[in-house]
């Protein structure tokens, strides 16, 4: 297999420091060696690549741009470069780092007590625990402040009932960061897998995100210690806080799964002969290819300046929903044109295009839908509220 060099048609490498450009480099090759070779076959089966996870804790991938407890503390920009190569290989396995690290170990670091920082971080940076991020419910999505969920304190400990749905990892996760509605508002728990009367179980028929496990969570008068509740979490703005640097992930990581799939497009395009010719010189294949350079260049510049923004303290969550927005949607665009090209190859998982295109259905909808964050903008802009 070739080394994986990616687009730059604007010159953006010259931007990026060493260290960036070794983060990225050194990500890149562990998507091309162990990701890659392996990625169809979970496809196919529907399952994640457990295997991986010991690497991934390697090379610093979970918590990476958190400080101290065993964490890499990188820039935002070499973890936006890090990111856009893991969903290069899938979504999945670039999904299972922005949960680990950017909700459940983001929201331990910002929210959690010394002593559930030291508990949990360490271990989950070493890829020891497992975490999974309990926020949307079975009949609130787009709408989490309408959440049922309900945590009822009883002299040391909190009581716990209701329901979450899609959560990722959900039922192999070691612990679960549930947000639940308190007397006090909304509040976040750290809700260990053994705590009686929490169960999980894995939703099955999925056509996209199939190298990845979904689940659904159970609470029937579960019982939590009160050491469990975040401390510092108060309200929903902490776990809308958590979400703004899970989808700044997303920003990047839709990138490489349209690089993947301009990519297997172009490449095909000068393989492919019909009429004597290789299709790559035919207008109509030219003019797919660079519009899929295209917006993919804009999409690179928009996710680079947004990771300068963050670094420098000066990110405004309407970026993100932005860059997001835009991001995932230009990468579905890039996915559906590249399945064109391939003509009917483009359903085969012998190439990596139907697997993106599948998977970014969900990226476009999850954490955010692209309808959410077009309202975000435009309330931003025009000072009003389409949500109620």
Same mark, same amino acid.
């Given at each position: 297999?070739?080394?994986?060099?990616?687009?730059?048609?604007?010159?953006?490498?010259?931007?990026?420091?060493?260290?960036?450009?070794?983060?990225?480099?050194?990500?890149?090759?562990?998507?091309?060696?162990?990701? #890659?070779?392996?990625?169809?076959?979970?496809?196919?089966?529907?399952?994640?690549?457990?295997?991986?996870?010991?690497? &991934?804790?390697?090379?610093?991938?979970?918590?990476?741009?958190?400080?101290?407890? !065993?964490?890499?503390? =990188?820039?935002?920009?070499?973890?936006?470069?890090? &990111?856009?190569?893991?969903?290069?290989?899938?979504?999945?396995?670039?999904?299972?780092?922005?949960?680990? !690290?950017?909700?459940?170990?983001?929201?331990?670091?910002?929210?959690?007590?010394?002593?559930?920082?030291?508990?949990?971080?360490?271990? &989950?940076?070493? !890829?020891?625990?497992?975490?999974?991020?309990?926020?949307?419910?079975?009949?609130?999505?787009?709408?989490?402040?309408?959440?049922?969920?309900?945590?009822?304190?009883?002299?040391?400990?909190?009581?716990?009932?209701?329901?979450? &749905?899609?959560?990722?990892? !959900?039922?192999?996760?070691?612990?679960?960061?549930?947000?639940?509605?308190?007397?006090?508002?909304?509040?976040?728990?750290?809700?260990?897998?053994?705590?009686?009367?929490?169960?999980?179980?894995?939703?099955?028929?999925?056509?996209?995100?199939?190298?990845?496990?979904?689940?659904?969570?159970?609470?029937?008068?579960?019982? =939590?210690?009160?050491?469990?509740?975040?401390?510092?979490?108060?309200?929903?703005?902490?776990?809308?806080?958590? #979400?703004?640097?899970?989808?700044?992930? /997303?920003?990047?990581?839709?990138?490489?799964?349209?690089?993947?799939?301009?990519?297997?497009?172009?490449?095909?395009?000068?393989?492919?002969?019909?009429?004597?010719?290789?299709?790559?010189?035919?207008?109509?294949?030219?003019?797919?290819?660079?519009?899929?350079?295209?917006?993919?260049?804009?999409?690179?510049?928009?996710?680079?300046? #947004?990771?300068?923004?963050?670094?420098?303290?000066?990110?405004?969550?309407?970026?993100?929903?932005?860059?997001?927005?835009?991001?995932?949607?230009?990468?579905?665009?890039?996915?559906?044109?590249?399945?064109? /090209?391939?003509?009917?190859?483009? /359903?085969?998982?012998?190439?990596?295009?139907?697997?993106?295109?599948?998977?970014?259905?969900?990226?476009?909808?999850?954490?955010?839908?692209?309808?959410?964050?077009?309202?975000? /903008?435009?309330?931003?802009?025009?000072?009003?509220?389409?949500?109620?």
């Amino acid at each position: 297999m070739k080394r994986f060099e990616g687009l730059d048609l604007y010159g953006i490498e010259a931007l990026l420091s060493t260290e960036e450009r070794m983060i990225r480099d050194t990500v890149r090759d562990f998507v091309d060696q162990e990701v #890659l070779p392996v990625i169809e076959l979970h496809h196919r089966e529907g399952s994640f690549p457990a295997q991986l996870v010991p690497r &991934m804790a390697a090379l610093g991938l979970f918590g990476s741009t958190l400080t101290g407890y !065993g964490c890499a503390g =990188i820039n935002s920009v070499a973890y936006g470069l890090a &990111m856009a190569e893991l969903e290069r290989g899938d979504s999945g396995v670039r999904s299972f780092s922005s949960v680990q !690290g950017s909700l459940v170990m983001y929201s331990i670091y910002a929210f959690g007590s010394e002593e559930q920082k030291k508990r949990w971080l360490p271990a &989950m940076a070493r !890829g020891e625990a497992i975490g999974c991020f309990g926020l949307t419910e079975p009949d609130f999505g787009s709408n989490p402040a309408g959440m049922r969920t309900r945590a009822v304190r009883d002299g040391d400990s909190y009581v716990l009932n209701g329901a979450k &749905m899609w959560i990722t990892n !959900g039922h192999i996760a070691d612990v679960a960061l549930v947000w639940a509605r308190t007397e006090e508002g909304i509040g976040g728990f750290l809700v260990e897998k053994k705590a009686p009367g929490f169960s999980s179980r894995e939703i099955q028929g999925k056509f996209s995100f199939r190298a990845s496990f979904t689940s659904e969570l159970s609470f029937e008068d579960c019982r =939590i210690p009160a050491s469990s509740r975040l401390p510092d979490a108060r309200g929903l703005q902490a776990p809308l806080t958590s #979400l703004n640097h899970a989808r700044y992930s /997303i920003a990047w990581g839709s990138i490489g799964a349209a690089l993947a799939c301009f990519h297997a497009a172009l490449d095909y395009s000068k393989e492919r002969v019909q009429f004597d010719r290789p299709i790559a010189g035919f207008q109509l294949i030219q003019e797919k290819l660079v519009r899929m350079a295209s917006e993919i260049t804009k999409a690179q510049l928009l996710a680079y300046h #947004l990771g300068r923004l963050k670094d420098q303290g000066r990110l405004h969550h309407v970026q993100v929903s932005l860059a997001k927005m835009n991001n995932v949607d230009i990468a579905l665009d890039t996915a559906r044109m590249a399945r064109e /090209i391939l003509g009917a190859n483009g /359903i085969s998982d012998e190439y990596p295009v139907i697997r993106h295109m599948c998977n970014l259905e969900s990226v476009k909808t999850y954490e955010g839908t692209h309808q959410i964050h077009t309202l975000i /903008i435009g309330q931003h802009l025009t000072g009003i509220s389409a949500f109620q």
